[in-house]
């Protein structure tokens, strides 16, 4: 009797990284129609701050109200739809005022302002909002207002990652990459570790690349954790705990990094003694910004002498050695010979993304 060999699952056909049509509705379906994390809370900490992100082309102005709240609007003047900020970062002195014809509006988005325009009711001229949340530290942004809530989104997530408190976390450094690369390459790229000994010799000696414990993909994200091998306690450039363990971790927890990647553009990094993000920015069907930043706990920060560039200097390692093989992989996929191939049975997470890109291009149809 002749067994039957199952065909592994292959990887995507070379469009859904190289057609500049099919990304422009891939970009309407992941990043205008869902939550995408557009930074972190403490980048506004006063009321009147401010910083921009660009989704899909559209420039979004993220700003704390005076009682705290954080609010998100298209950075649009009502008036004749000039761009209110140029600026990508900064604060409003208690009003946010367009540059061209002076119209004014509250932090809360209300028209307070309009010179020469007593003929109109101005609750009727508002700032466009944009749907804003937070989880744990983390804003989140929608520009469909028809959808799901963020807590829906995230589903289980809130309640994995807890003892990490992220809110509590503040940034150390941020670092911005370009890379000529399509977004989803490299959301595969992050959620396997093949590749290491290969490509990261370093990161290899501190983790065991075959270790990872996976837990079952969601419609929402992919990921799962990692332990330490040959005494390293933490990932750095020797593998030494220089800081102290963030304070509500359990023994286990200390032991490992969870990778995730939180749909469509978080990549989520949790160290024992410091947080990593990344947001993806598709700016080109071959093109990705990258921002990345270092987040540690505030008594950690305060102490004298404090001292991270161990975990930096790592990590900015190990990300352009990932950035340059994701652009290789790009070119590859680019040419006329490539053909989809298969993946290991230790690729599942890399399939399970490939099924939701593919299952939210049917739902769109």
């Given at each position: 009797m002749i067994s039957e060999v199952q065909s592994p699952a292959q990887t995507l056909p070379?469009?859904?990284?190289?057609?500049?049509?099919?990304?422009?509705?891939?970009?309407?379906?992941?990043?205008?129609?869902?939550?995408?994390?557009?930074?972190?809370?403490?980048?506004?900490?006063?009321?009147?701050?401010?910083?921009?992100?660009?989704?899909?082309?559209?420039?979004?102005?993220?700003?704390?109200?005076?009682?705290?709240?954080?609010?998100?609007?298209?950075?649009?003047?009502?008036?004749?739809?000039?761009?209110?900020?140029?600026?990508?970062?900064?604060?409003?002195?208690?009003?946010?005022?367009?540059?061209?014809?002076?119209?004014?509006?509250?932090?809360?988005?209300?028209?307070?302002?309009?010179?020469?325009?007593?003929?109109?009711?101005?609750?009727?001229?508002?700032?466009?909002?944009?749907?804003?949340?937070?989880?744990?530290?983390?804003?989140?942004?929608?520009?469909?207002?028809?959808?799901?809530?963020?807590?829906?989104?995230?589903?289980?997530?809130?309640?994995?990652?807890?003892?990490?408190?992220?809110?509590?976390?503040?940034?150390?450094?941020?670092?911005?990459?370009?890379?000529?690369?399509?977004?989803?390459?490299?959301?595969?790229?992050?959620?396997?570790?093949?590749?290491?000994?290969?490509?990261?010799?370093?990161?290899?000696?501190?983790?065991?690349?075959?270790?990872?414990?996976?837990?079952?993909?969601?419609?929402?994200?992919?990921?799962?954790?990692?332990?330490?091998k040959d005494g390293a306690r933490t990932m750095s450039m020797d593998g030494k705990l220089r800081r102290d363990y963030l304070p509500s971790l359990t023994e286990e927890e200390r032991e490992k990094v969870c990778y995730y990647a939180i749909y469509p553009n978080l990549l989520l990094s949790l160290h024992p003694d410091y947080m990593m993000t990344y947001t993806l920015w598709p700016e080109a069907v071959n093109r990705t910004q990258v921002i990345c930043e270092w987040h540690f706990h505030p008594d950690q920060l305060a102490q004298p002498g404090f001292y991270a560039e161990d975990a930096v200097d790592f990590w900015d390692l190990t990300n352009k050695e990932d950035w340059s093989i994701s652009e290789l992989s790009q070119l590859g996929i680019s040419s006329r010979a490539y053909k989809p191939g298969p993946y290991s049975s230790r690729e599942s997470l890399l399939h399970a993304f490939d099924e939701t890109v593919l299952e939210r291009e049917k739902q769109s149809k």
């Amino acid at each position: 009797m002749i067994s039957e060999v199952q065909s592994p699952a292959q990887t995507l056909p070379g469009r859904y990284y190289t057609d500049p049509e099919l990304f422009k509705a891939e970009v309407e379906r992941f990043y205008c129609r869902t939550w995408v994390c557009a930074g972190r809370a403490g980048q506004i900490p006063n009321a009147g701050d401010y910083f921009l992100r660009e989704v899909a082309g559209e420039s979004i102005l993220i700003t704390r109200t005076n009682t705290g709240a954080i609010k998100a609007y298209f950075n649009v003047c009502r008036h004749r739809g000039t761009r209110i900020c140029a600026t990508a970062e900064g604060a409003f002195p208690g009003r946010i005022q367009c540059p061209y014809h002076g119209w004014t509006y509250s932090l809360e988005g209300k028209l307070i302002g309009a010179p020469h325009m007593d003929h109109i009711c101005r609750e009727d001229y508002p700032l466009n909002p944009v749907q804003a949340d937070t989880w744990d530290g983390h804003i989140f942004i929608n520009l469909n207002s028809d959808g799901q809530s963020l807590r829906e989104q995230l589903a289980d997530l809130p309640d994995r990652f807890t003892n990490w408190h992220m809110g509590d976390l503040r940034l150390y450094k941020r670092m911005v990459y370009e890379v000529k690369a399509n977004w989803k390459l490299l959301i595969l790229n992050y959620n396997e570790c093949l590749h290491c000994p290969v490509l990261h010799p370093t990161l290899n000696k501190l983790t065991s690349y075959t270790g990872a414990e996976n837990v079952a993909p969601h419609p929402a994200y992919i990921g799962g954790q990692m332990g330490f091998k040959d005494g390293a306690r933490t990932m750095s450039m020797d593998g030494k705990l220089r800081r102290d363990y963030l304070p509500s971790l359990t023994e286990e927890e200390r032991e490992k990094v969870c990778y995730y990647a939180i749909y469509p553009n978080l990549l989520l990094s949790l160290h024992p003694d410091y947080m990593m993000t990344y947001t993806l920015w598709p700016e080109a069907v071959n093109r990705t910004q990258v921002i990345c930043e270092w987040h540690f706990h505030p008594d950690q920060l305060a102490q004298p002498g404090f001292y991270a560039e161990d975990a930096v200097d790592f990590w900015d390692l190990t990300n352009k050695e990932d950035w340059s093989i994701s652009e290789l992989s790009q070119l590859g996929i680019s040419s006329r010979a490539y053909k989809p191939g298969p993946y290991s049975s230790r690729e599942s997470l890399l399939h399970a993304f490939d099924e939701t890109v593919l299952e939210r291009e049917k739902q769109s149809k």
